[in-house]
C-alpha cells in the first residue's frame, strides 16, 4: 500500500490566518485530489491536480502538486470559520496513464477556525 | 438529485450476527468503492468495483464480501462481524478514470459489540 501522510493532524486557528497542509508520500501519483468532510456527510470533493508543479486556486485556497508527483499542499488565506472541516488527500498510484482502481487516502487534517 | 445512498444510518449490532449494508446511485455510475474511515487512519479502501459483476479488493478486505449484480447497487456484507469492524463506513462512485470526483454517501456508523 502507498501511503500518504498529511500534516498537521490538528490545526486550530483564529479566523484572518493563513494555514497549509501537506500531504507527503514517498511513491509517485498519477493525480491527487483534495476533499473536505464536515460532520455526518461524506466528503466533498475540493480539486484534482494531475500535473507535476501544477497549482490550481479555488477562491481562497491554493492548491499545489509537487514537480515529483509525490507530494502536494493546500494554503489557506484569510481562514474563515465555515472553513472548520476535515480535509483529506487522496493519491492514484503509478507514474502515468489513467488508473482505475485504488485511490490512497491521507488520514485527514481537522481543521477549527475559531471566529 | 444525483446522489448516493446508504442504509442504515446506524447500526448496532452484536459479534457474529450477519448484516448487509446497501448502497445505491443513481449517476448510472460504472465504478462503486466501500471504504472504513477510523480516527487517524483515514478513509481505508476495502472494495471496489469497476462495473457491473467485476469486484476487487481494496487495502482492508478481510472480514467483508460485496457483489455488483446491478449497475446501481454495490451492498456491503459482514458474514460474521467482529468489535474490530466497528466504524464509519462509506460507500462511493464515480464516472471514468481516478481523476473524477468521488462521490460519497452520508455514511453508515456501525458498532459491533
Known amino acids: 500500500t502507498q501511503l500518504l501522510e498529511q500534516s498537521p493532524q490538528f490545526l486550530s486557528i483564529q479566523e484572518g490566518e493563513n494555514l497549509t497542509v501537506y500531504c507527503n508520500s514517498s511513491?509517485?501519483?498519477?493525480?491527487l485530489q483534495w476533499y473536505r468532510q464536515e460532520p455526518g456527510e461524506g466528503p466533498v470533493l475540493l480539486v484534482t491536480v494531475v500535473t507535476g508543479g501544477e497549482v490550481k486556486k479555488l477562491k481562497r485556497l491554493t492548491f499545489q502538486f509537487g514537480d515529483a508527483r509525490k507530494d502536494s499542499s493546500l494554503h489557506i488565506t484569510a481562514a474563515q470559520p465555515g472553513d472548520t472541516g476535515l480535509y483529506l488527500c487522496?493519491?492514484?498510484?503509478?507514474?502515468?496513464?489513467?488508473?482505475?482502481?485504488?485511490?490512497?487516502f491521507g488520514q485527514g487534517t481537522i481543521l477549527t477556525v475559531h471566529p | 438529485e444525483a446522489q448516493v445512498t446508504q442504509n442504515p444510518r446506524y447500526l448496532i449490532t452484536v459479534t457474529g450476527k450477519k448484516l448487509t449494508v446497501t448502497c445505491s446511485q443513481n449517476m448510472n455510475h460504472e465504478y462503486m468503492s466501500w471504504y472504513r474511515q477510523d480516527p487517524g487512519l483515514g478513509l481505508r479502501q476495502i472494495y471496489y468495483s469497476m462495473n457491473v459483476e467485476v469486484t476487487d479488493k481494496g487495502d482492508v478486505p478481510e472480514g467483508y464480501k460485496v457483489s455488483r449484480k446491478e449497475k446501481r447497487n454495490f451492498p456491503l456484507i459482514l458474514e460474521s462481524p467482529s468489535p474490530n469492524q466497528t466504524s464509519l463506513y462509506f460507500c462511493?462512485?464515480?464516472?471514468?478514470?481516478?481523476?473524477?470526483?468521488?462521490?460519497f454517501g452520508n455514511g453508515t456508523r456501525l458498532t459491533v459489540t
Open positions: 487522496a493519491g492514484a498510484p503509478g507514474a502515468g496513464g489513467t488508473s482505475y482502481g485504488k485511490l490512497t
Open positions: 462511493a462512485s464515480r464516472h471514468g478514470g481516478v481523476e473524477s470526483p468521488l462521490h
Open positions: 511513491s509517485v501519483f498519477s493525480s
